[in-house]
């Protein structure tokens, strides 16, 4: 039974390890994709952290390029390409924490297709407007094993069960007979 119970425990922590792995914090690295783009008078950056899927938050960086340090304001939102019914999503964005001058940011695309991330930004040189391209891909899909594994749960605590009993039974079948024969 004590085998049976380890068993168990060791197969729900691989699965929860397995589900939470392989996430991707916002700077390890170097960014999946990079795009310049002219956000009105001001050149920027824009740094894709991961794959874009639909469903999943999309982590991005914006970071002013060219001489000298730029204070820009930013806003951010995901806008659906002609062919994509959605509505634009606005991003969360705050302080990149590896340049002074950028923002980090992270905006959730609802379904697949091609997106622009449509950026404002305000500085000492006025009110400007650019566009990154986004292509969201399709969810993430379960690993084909994992699906085995998970489906197969039932399958392993029932043989695990079964052993334990017969293990229980052959205990009580050899303290149950006479010494002496």
């Known amino acids: 039974m004590k085998a049976l119970r380890s068993l168990t425990v060791c197969g729900m922590l691989t699965v929860a390890w397995l589900m939470t792995a392989g996430g991707v914090s916002a700077h390890s690295g170097a960014p999946v994709r990079s795009f310049d783009v002219q956000v009105g008078p001001y050149p920027v950056t824009v740094n894709y952290w991961n794959e874009p899927h639909a469903g999943q938050p999309l982590r991005f960086t914006i970071v002013p390029r060219g001489s000298g340090p730029v204070t820009l304001h930013y806003q951010a939102e995901a806008v659906p390409g002609t062919t994509v019914d959605a509505v634009p999503v606005r991003a969360q964005m705050g302080a990149d924490p590896d340049n002074h001058y950028g923002v980090a940011g992270e905006v959730n695309l609802p379904v697949t297709g091609q997106w622009l991330l449509n950026i ?52 009580n079948i050899l303290s149950a007979q006479p010494m002496g024969v």
């Open 120 to 171: 404002d930004a305000t500085g000492t040189h006025g009110p400007g407007s650019g566009d990154a391209p986004i292509l969201a891909a399709s969810p993430v899909v379960m690993p084909e094993w994992m699906g085995w594994l998970i489906g197969l749960l039932p399958v392993w605590a029932m043989l695990g069960f079964i052993v334990a009993q017969a293990r229980r039974a052959g205990r």
